[in-house]
């Protein structure tokens, strides 16, 4: 994977004596013991972080953790102290922190696009003004600029509202207003600043859901500010956890959950739903692992109520359950069970973990096959993987 933007060993401090606050942060001082020394703030401290191309990266943290602070360095709306920032540029890469202003201004114009908290909408213009603006800002012809902004709007759904002013529509239609303007510039990088939080939790969903959907089109590389772990988890490639205005940790949202690095990430997921993060792959038991029962057979499950015939490229060949042919049957169609007929119910291994369960309810707690891309057999799900991957975590 290709890094589009790429933090190292930044560092961020607000106030006049910055190089005393410097000569603290690597004796490795405390905000609070910068603060009460030297008067300026620590904004962030050390941190490096990649963020690859067409991924969802969250910055998660509580108030004042430093991950706003750190996201606008990459627009350099704040200017890092000390370190670099990369963004990658076409066939380059661009350091924010020593590039000279015309490459900063291209790569505000054409590479970096940011959706904030506040929709920021003129109130005096339409929503197909709102969304053009920056496109007007930067010279974009007129019939370029219609062209680009009705094509934006349709992907929000906002196109029969271009020209409504911004008082006419809800708070929800407001942020997608928000959103058609960042994704009309065509930039690769977005950034986004809370831009969920202030709304209703119903309306919040409804975009976090519609987000995602976009980014299956768009893979745009989204770096993502949020203080909702269930959000973070729900619509993040990777997460990363600040404290303090340093990095504690990075890595995938089960990662997250089922290896925290100290004590602080250990009480900031302490109340996460494991069945939101888990997936199929999490808690699967590998074919080699599973019991033989003849020859090129295998038990999917403990009590042996089910086995496979494999061929030599891991296809199944044959499926019996309790004795009888069964017949296929995937989690996320459990509605098809077929009346008065064994089955099996098989999912890919990025199949969340929920799914599978409801899947095992249906079919009175059978295992679960798990098959890759190329339809060969890779694993198996019981009841007890269930329960011991949720005691574990």
């Known amino acids: 994977m290709n890094a589009a933007v790429e933090f190292k060993n930044v560092d961020i401090v607000f106030g006049e004596d910055r190089a005393g606050a410097l000569a603290l942060i690597d004796q490795g001082a405390t905000r609070a013991e910068i603060l009460d020394k030297t008067g300026a703030v620590l904004g962030c401290?050390?941190?490096?972080?990649?963020?690859?191309?067409?991924?969802?990266?969250v910055l998660m943290g509580l108030s004042g953790s430093g991950k706003s602070t750190l996201l606008r360095a990459v627009n350099l709306l704040n200017v890092p102290s000390r370190g670099n920032v990369f963004v990658h540029?076409?066939?380059?890469?661009?350091?924010?922190?020593?590039c000279d202003p015309s490459a900063l201004r291209r790569i505000r114009q054409t590479r970096v696009a940011m959706v904030f908290q506040q929709f920021g909408l003129l109130p005096w213009r339409t929503v197909e003004e709102n969304v053009g603006l920056g496109l007007e800002l930067s010279g974009v012809p007129e019939a370029e600029r219609k062209a680009r902004v009705q094509k934006q709007l349709k992907l929000v759904g906002l196109d029969q509202w271009a020209r409504k002013y911004a008082h006419e529509l809800s708070g929800g239609m407001q942020q997608r207003v928000g959103l058609a303007r960042a994704f009309a510039t065509e930039a690769p990088i977005l950034l986004m600043d809370e831009p969920f939080s202030a709304l209703d939790p119903l309306i919040r969903t409804k975009l976090q859901d519609e987000l995602l959907q976009l980014q299956a089109t768009l893979k745009k590389t989204i770096l993502f500010v949020s203080h909702d772990l269930e959000e973070a988890l729900k619509i993040g490639s990777t997460i990363t956890i600040m404290e303090g205005g340093r990095i504690v940790q990075t890595g995938a949202p089960e990662d997250i959950v089922l290896r925290p690095a100290n004590d602080y990430v250990?009480?900031?997921?302490?109340?996460?739903?494991?069945?939101?993060?888990l997936t199929a792959w999490n808690v699967m038991r590998d074919r080699r692992d599973l019991e033989s029962a003849g020859e090129s057979w295998l038990w999917l499950d403990r009590r042996k109520t089910t086995r496979f015939k494999l061929d030599t490229d891991g296809l199944v060949i044959d499926a019996e359950r309790n004795g009888r042919p069964a017949v296929w049957v995937s989690c996320d169609a459990m509605e098809q069970i077929p009346e008065n007929e064994p089955h099996v119910f098989w999912a890919r291994p990025g199949t969340s973990l929920k799914t599978v369960m409801h899947a095992m309810h249906r079919s009175q707690t059978s295992p679960v096959a798990l098959f890759d891309d190329s339809s060969r057999f890779v694993g198996a799900i019981g009841v007890r993987d269930v329960l011991s991957a949720v005691l574990r975590r």
């Open 45 to 57: 401290a050390g941190a490096n972080l990649i963020v690859n191309e067409g991924e969802i990266s």
């Open 89 to 98: 540029d076409g066939d380059k890469t661009v350091d924010m922190v020593s």
């Open 266 to 277: 250990r009480d900031f997921i302490a109340n996460v739903n494991p069945l939101s993060v």
